[in-house]
């Protein structure tokens, strides 16, 4: 049976869901409504740095941010409206660096529901000019993790958004000992090249691996750790994109599926969302472990 509990770490207060099988959800409402953690069979399956979720000048390294209205960087942390206005916005927009709320939760015999939510406030207008409600709802289960997403535009214009997450999967060692990822062809940020893609990557070769991939063939990627544990992330049509972040000191490795690409904001080339629209995706993170 699942159960419910909050506390307070530091200057943080942390809600858990956890079974007395080894499943265990960590939410940290105030830090942009993170998925911090999530164990199965006592197994942890993101990577967190505590020092960045606790310093709320920092963005966080760790867990599973959320990205929204764009995914990536804008140039010069800008974009243009129609009509002319200049707004600023930082890399992965504003949904990560915001407080959260708490709507319901469920406790059941094999699973468990969190729902949290974000809007609009005048914080946010002053740099997306939208009024705009996120409804996230995560249903956890032994060895699998779903994201389902209702995004809503309340404002009385067409709202361009691009949304994602940048999960953190905890990758020690080597990072993987198999990669799946469902496209023949990425685009390398570091590099500014594309390239085909046959199924390998050296994540070791160089200090940071930071790449896109496209034309994807299906909604499924994978990979497998040193130790014999599998990560899957299935992913809905709203996500055509998946990035592959990982940097070769540290134990991470991030399978990101993303609405939009970089700049998209800047090209004209964001989704748009009727005025007083709504869009359903879902994602989710399963988890085998190793024998």
């Known amino acids: 049976m699942f159960s419910?509990?909050?506390?307070?770490?530091?200057?943080?207060?942390?809600?858990?869901l956890a079974d007395d099988r080894g499943t265990a959800t960590r939410f940290v409402p105030a830090r942009g409504g993170?998925?911090?953690?999530?164990?199965?069979?006592?197994?942890?399956?993101l990577y967190m740095d505590p020092q960045t979720l606790h310093d709320f000048d920092k963005n966080i390294r760790?867990?599973?941010?959320?990205?929204?209205?764009?995914?990536?960087?804008?140039?010069?942390?800008?974009?243009?409206?129609?009509?002319?206005?200049?707004?600023?916005?930082?890399?992965?927009?504003?949904?990560?660096?915001?407080p959260w709320q708490v709507l319901e939760v469920k406790c059941r015999e094999e699973s468990a529901e969190i729902t949290l939510a974000l809007s609009s406030d005048d914080d946010t207008l002053q740099a997306y000019p939208f009024g705009f409600r996120l409804v996230f709802t995560y249903v956890i289960e032994t060895?699998?993790?779903?994201?389902?997403?209702?995004?809503?535009?309340?404002?009385?214009?067409?709202m361009p958004f691009y949304a994602g997450f940048h999960p953190y999967f905890f990758a020690p060692g080597t990072k993987a000992a198999s990669l799946r990822i469902p496209s023949g062809r990425y685009f390398d940020i570091k590099t500014g090249e594309n390239r085909l893609y046959e199924g390998t990557l050296d994540l070791q070769a160089n200090p940071e691996t930071n790449v896109v991939f496209t034309d994807l063939q299906d909604r499924e990627a994978s990979f497998a750790r040193p130790d014999g544990c599998r990560v899957t992330v299935r992913f809905d049509d709203s996500f055509p994109y998946i990035v592959l972040w990982a940097l070769q000191d540290k134990d991470f490795l991030c399978i990101e599926p993303w609405m939009g690409n970089n700049y998209d904001l800047n090209k004209g080339k964001a989704r748009l969302l009727k005025p007083g629209g709504e869009l359903c995706a879902e994602v989710s993170y399963s988890f085998e472990v190793g024998s």
């Open 34 to 45: 993170i998925l911090a953690e999530y164990l199965v069979k006592d197994t942890p399956v």
């Open 62 to 98: 760790g867990g599973n941010p959320v990205l929204f209205p764009v995914c990536g960087p804008l140039e010069d942390n800008r974009y243009v409206l129609p009509g002319g206005r200049i707004y600023e916005m930082k890399q992965h927009g504003l949904a990560r660096n915001k």
């Open 143 to 158: 060895g699998r993790i779903t994201i389902k997403q209702r995004y809503v535009n309340e404002s009385t214009d067409e």
């Open 4 to 16: 419910y509990r909050k506390w307070q770490d530091g200057n943080l207060e942390v809600c858990e």
